[in-house]
């Protein structure tokens, strides 16, 4: 039965914030909505964060051609939620997330056919995946329709190289619905790799390991180098690094205003003698370190990262006794990006706020792990480059600036 307005858009805020809560989603990426009557239903606006959306913020869109009431627009992938309720009269709470676990396995672009028996009572005998289309537009829209009509039973399905659909009777339902698609996708990478490796206990480093053995580049390093973060204010960025320590550093003469700067200052300096940013973060997460290991060029799995990193993230030699060199490197290939990986030591990202810096760390850590986990299944895809470019560019112009508003 469809909700009460007020109701509905109240679960639809609440649903966003739980979202947050259990990482199903980050900052405005994915979408809720909820069925008010036959016609209509209820839905996350474009851009708005979820930790400060009210309810007055929820836009009421029309079933039939997706028009909507008010001034404020709806998220701009309405038409998917629209074909849920259109196909099945009985859902009426679709949530739309870009969940980890799930991505990963819908990058293979493989259905997850007969689901483990503890999770079919929730998801069926199979999770079907949506082909590829850039995401927001009519293609995509139409290839969601296509798999939910050819799979009528269904609740739960993926979306190539962008996320998942979750549809139910309730929130409770489709809330439900999300959780128990991650959880299966979990348990599938780590078949997957068990698999593979003919190992008999799962283990995250062992896995990282076979993925370095499996590409030739040995094991994980036993310790990195601290390439430092930094916060710029006009012609001085602050540096800290070596486990909290702080020096404000010319941009200008590359000096210390204060004592010595450590040899890290020299590539965050070259960054922003080139680079239009605030901010700047090594990021040292375990898959990021595995990635950064093969010294290859970088390419986007998921759609999120061509429009929030860069259509690729190079590569950069690391020779510890000859940072300028180096530094001129990490400035060269990180332009036109926000992130560039540094061999053997992780990644550099940039950006010009904290939301930035964070969005920047969620998807650089979830690409590489993809990148890791698709591999073991020797079903690398990759998002057509013409959109990457097309997305990164629409990314820029638009919805960065929309959600610092």
């Not at 870009?98 to 009572?121: C, D, L, W």
């Not at 973060?281 to 010294?295: D, F």
């Not at 964070?358 to 057509?384: S, T, W």
Request: charged share 25%; glycine share 6%.
């Amino acid at each position: 039965m469809a909700y009460e307005i007020e109701e509905a858009k109240r679960l639809v805020v609440e649903a966003g914030k739980k979202l947050l809560e259990t990482g199903l989603i980050a900052r405005t990426w994915g979408n809720v909505s909820a069925r008010i009557s036959e016609t209509q239903f209820v839905i996350t606006p474009s851009g708005r964060a979820y930790d400060t959306l009210t309810p007055d913020e929820v836009v009421v869109v029309n079933i039939d051609d997706c028009s909507h009431e008010g001034d404020i627009k709806p998220s701009s992938e309405k038409g998917i939620h629209a074909d849920s309720y259109k196909h099945h009269p009985l859902v009426n709470f679709v949530i739309h997330t870009h969940q980890k676990a799930a991505t990963i396995v819908s990058i293979t672009g493989m259905e997850i056919r007969n689901v483990y028996n503890e999770f079919k009572p929730v998801l069926g005998e199979v999770v079907p995946v949506a082909e590829y289309a850039m995401s927001t537009t009519n293609p995509l829209r139409k290839k969601v329709e296509k798999c939910i009509m050819m799979n009528p039973s269904s609740r739960a399905f993926m979306l190539k190289h962008h996320g998942t659909l979750c549809m139910g009777n309730s929130y409770e339902e489709a809330f439900n619905v999300a959780e128990t698609l991650e959880k299966c996708c979990e348990k599938v990478i780590k078949d997957n790799y068990l698999r593979h490796s003919w190992e008999k206990e799962y283990s995250e480093d062992a896995k990282r390991n076979y993925f370095l053995e499996k590409n030739g580049a040995g094991k994980m390093p036993e310790s990195i180098c601290d390439l430092g973060s930094s916060v710029r204010c006009g012609h001085i960025f602050t540096l800290t690094y070596d486990g909290g320590k702080k020096v404000d550093v010319d941009i200008e003469t590359g000096l210390a205003v204060s004592g010595v700067a450590p040899k890290c200052a020299k590539i965050h300096r070259a960054i922003y003698k080139e680079e239009d940013c605030t901010m700047i973060n090594h990021l040292t997460n375990p898959y990021v370190v595995a990635e950064s290991c093969l010294a290859d060029t970088m390419y986007p799995m998921i759609d999120d990262f061509a429009q929030i990193v860069g259509v690729d993230v190079k590569n950069c030699a690391w020779i510890d006794g000859d940072t300028d060199e180096c530094a001129e490197d990490i400035a060269e290939k990180i332009s036109g990006r926000n992130a560039v990986l540094i061999e053997g030591n992780g990644a550099l990202v940039t950006g010009n706020s904290e939301g930035d810096m964070q969005a920047l760390e969620l998807i650089m850590e979830k690409g590489c792990e993809a990148a890791v986990d698709v591999d073991i299944f020797n079903r690398p895809h990759y998002v057509p480059k013409a959109e990457c470019f097309l997305m990164r560019t629409v990314y820029l112009a638009k919805y960065s600036k929309q959600i610092n508003k």
